[in-house]
């Protein structure tokens, strides 16, 4: 009985008899009602057995033909079995079908419990399955955060590709602009003596000495230096810097297909000067005077109070000459009709020779 109620607990609590739950209001009821329903079978069963004598003795007097057959007739054996033996047959019957019954239960238990069993673990399965769920998910974030990333790195390679393709571009017409420029310098080998000094992505400097004819073999000019500016709009800027040359600062641009017009005219302009550069780099030496390559005007400073100047024209020596211009002595101008000098047409080297030792000023 315990294991039937241990199988009805598992399986449905509410097969049980409402009685056994303290709980429940109809108990007390209950309780009258068991009583009175067993208290009556007592009684049907008394009842039960009086009928069955009662239909027995009918059954003998019916058979009888006469009261005398009643008197002499022995009484009858009871039947082999007869109601106690179907009873006791329906006993065993019953004991039988109650071991079967437990039998069945507990092996309806088992089955039970395995289904518990399969069910926990069928339970932590399906946890496992939502973990592995939770973990796909995360993983899925994970991928289309790296997919993301990706597609990031791409269009940067693609841009940062293009940049270098540009680059590279820009990289190849500075390196054919550098071989224009080197044969430029090489063309004009002949005439002008070259010398790099710098060289990088956007500038080139360089130092230009020319090359003294045989009768000025012993005359060295200091070297004019040049640096050259390019842009990526495919224009360049040409400096010239005085420096000690005593040629004029000038700064010229255009496009790169006109630098070698411009270098090949400031490399003539530097030739044409040899000569009177080569005379005023000369002069420094015993004369305190100052070139003014923009004016073409020497100013030689005889005292600190006396200075005077001279004018040199285009051409010189060759066809230009040089003359005085004026003379002044604290910022006022000096007469200057006495000075006589003993030929027409004096050099610059004339010209500071004879003012140093003329006495007149």
């Not at 049907?44 to 009888?64: A, I, T, Y």
């Not at 039998?103 to 309806?108: E, F, S, Y």
């Not at 004029?248 to 009177?276: I, N, P, T």
């Not at 285009?314 to 009709?337: F, K, N």
Request: hydrophobic fraction near 35%.
């Amino acid at each position: 009985m315990a294991d039937i109620q241990a199988v009805l607990r598992r399986c449905d609590p509410a097969l049980l008899d409402p009685c056994a739950d303290p709980e429940q209001p109809d108990c007390p009821k209950a309780d009258r009602m068991v009583l009175y329903l067993t208290d009556s079978r007592r009684v049907q069963k008394v009842l039960w057995r009086q009928l069955f004598v009662l239909d027995s003795m009918m059954s003998l007097l019916e058979g009888l033909e006469s009261a005398q057959q009643l008197m002499t007739t022995q009484c009858p054996s009871p039947p082999d079995g007869g109601a106690r033996g179907r009873w006791k047959a329906l006993k065993v019957e019953n004991r039988s079908g109650l071991e079967e019954t437990e039998t069945l239960l507990r092996g309806l238990q088992e089955r039970i419990q395995q289904i518990l069993d399969r069910r926990h673990t069928l339970t932590q399965l399906v946890l496992h399955l939502h973990n592995k769920k939770q973990q796909c998910e995360q993983l899925e974030k994970s991928l289309q955060t790296a997919q993301n990333a990706l597609q990031a790195c791409d269009h940067q390679l693609t841009r940062l590709r293009a940049e270098s393709e540009a680059v590279h571009s820009q990289l190849i017409s500075w390196q054919r602009l550098r071989d224009e420029l080197q044969v430029y310098v090489s063309a004009v080998q002949d005439v002008i003596q070259i010398n790099l000094l710098s060289f990088n992505q956007s500038e080139l400097c360089m130092e230009l000495r020319p090359r003294p004819s045989s009768d000025q073999s012993s005359n060295e000019l200091e070297p004019l230096r040049l640096s050259v500016t390019w842009s990526h709009d495919d224009r360049f800027k040409l400096q010239v810097n005085e420096g000690t040359t005593g040629l004029e600062e000038d700064c010229r641009s255009g496009r790169y297909s006109e630098l070698g017009a411009a270098l090949l005219e400031v490399m003539q302009c530097y030739v044409g000067q040899f000569e009177l550069l080569c005379e005023i780099q000369g002069l420094r030496s015993s004369f305190a005077i100052d070139w003014r390559p923009a004016q073409r005007l020497l100013v030689y400073l005889k005292s600190a109070l006396l200075v005077c100047h001279i004018e040199v024209e285009e051409g010189y020596p060759s066809s230009g000459r040089a003359r005085l211009l004026s003379v002044r002595r604290d910022g006022q101008p000096v007469d200057t009709s006495g000075l006589k000098p003993h030929k027409s047409n004096l050099s610059l080297t004339d010209w500071l020779v004879f003012l140093c030792s003329s006495p007149l000023i």
